[in-house]
C-alpha cells in the first residue's frame, strides 16, 4: 500500500529558483528518506530526516519533518539544470521495507 | 566499490519464455531488495531479503515470479513464463543503515 504522496506531481521552474516539493504520509515512521532519480537510472539516496528530527540540510538541500502533520518537504535553493530528475520520499516503518511515493518529476530550465 | 550491479541491462523477449535477471549487492550489506518500476504503478516492492532469507514476497504478483538469494553476494528474480505486462524496469538494491543504493536496473520488455 503506498504510505508516502509526493506532490505535485510534476514540477517546472526556471534554473536559479527554488524547488518545494511535500510528502504526505499515513503512520508513525522511524525516519523519513528521499532520493533522487535521473532519466533511465536507479535511484540514489539524498538525505535522511528521523523522526524526532525537525530539519535536516545537505548543501543545497533542506528536508523538513512535521510529525503531527505526518508530512516532509524537500526544498532544493538555487536550482541547476542538473536537477532536473524525479524526487521519490520514502518511509522507514518499524519491522517493514521503505515504502516509496510515486515521486515528483522536477524540471528546471536553463 | 562498484555498486548493486545487475544484468542485463536490457532483455527483450517473447511472451512465454523464461527471464532470469541478476543482482550482485554492495559487499557487507545485509539485505537485498528486488522492485519493479512503471510509469502506470510506479516503484513496487516485489520482495526483500534479510541475511539471504526472504522476508516478505507479498509484493510478488503472481506465481510466475520468484526470487532466490544463494549466497550473501548474489540474487536472482525469475519470471516464468513471461507476459506482456511484465515489461517494466526492475531494480535491485542493497542496504546498510537504512539506506538503500540501487542498482541501474534492467529494462525487460516482453513482446
Known amino acids: 500500500s503506498q504510505q508516502g504522496e509526493e506532490d505535485p506531481q510534476a514540477l517546472s521552474i526556471q534554473e536559479g529558483e527554488n524547488a518545494t516539493m511535500n510528502c504526505s504520509y499515513k503512520t508513525s515512521i522511524n525516519n523519513l528518506q528521499w532520493y533522487r532519480q535521473n532519466s533511465g537510472r536507479g535511484l540514489v539516496h539524498l538525505i535522511l530526516i528521523r523522526s524526532n528530527e525537525r530539519e535536516k540540510h545537505s548543501g543545497r538541500l533542506r528536508v523538513t519533518l512535521d510529525t503531527s502533520k505526518k508530512s516532509s518537504s524537500l526544498l532544493i535553493t538555487a536550482s541547476r539544470a542538473a536537477d532536473t530528475a524525479s524526487y521519490f520520499c520514502?518511509?522507514?516503518?518499524?519491522?517493514?521495507?521503505?515504502?516509496f511515493g510515486k515521486g515528483t518529476t522536477l524540471s528546471v530550465s536553463s | 566499490d562498484a555498486g548493486v550491479i545487475q544484468s542485463p541491462r536490457h532483455e527483450v523477449t517473447e511472451m512465454g519464455q523464461e527471464v532470469t535477471l541478476r543482482c550482485k549487492p554492495i559487499?557487507?550489506?545485509?539485505?537485498l531488495f528486488w522492485y519493479r518500476q512503471t510509469m502506470m504503478r510506479g516503484l513496487e516492492l516485489l520482495i526483500y531479503f534479510n541475511n539471504n532469507v526472504p522476508i516478505d514476497d507479498s509484493g510478488m504478483p503472481e506465481d510466475r515470479f520468484s526470487a532466490k538469494m544463494p549466497n550473501a553476494s548474489f540474487s536472482t528474480l525469475k519470471i516464468q513464463p513471461s507476459e506482456p505486462r511484465d515489461s517494466a524496469v526492475y531494480f535491485c538494491?542493497?542496504?546498510?543503515?537504512?539506506?538503500?543504493?540501487f542498482g541501474p536496473g534492467t529494462r525487460l520488455t516482453v513482446l
Open positions: 538494491a542493497s542496504e546498510t543503515q537504512g539506506e538503500q543504493f
Open positions: 559487499s557487507g550489506h545485509n539485505s
Open positions: 520514502a518511509t522507514d516503518q518499524a519491522g517493514t521495507a521503505l515504502i
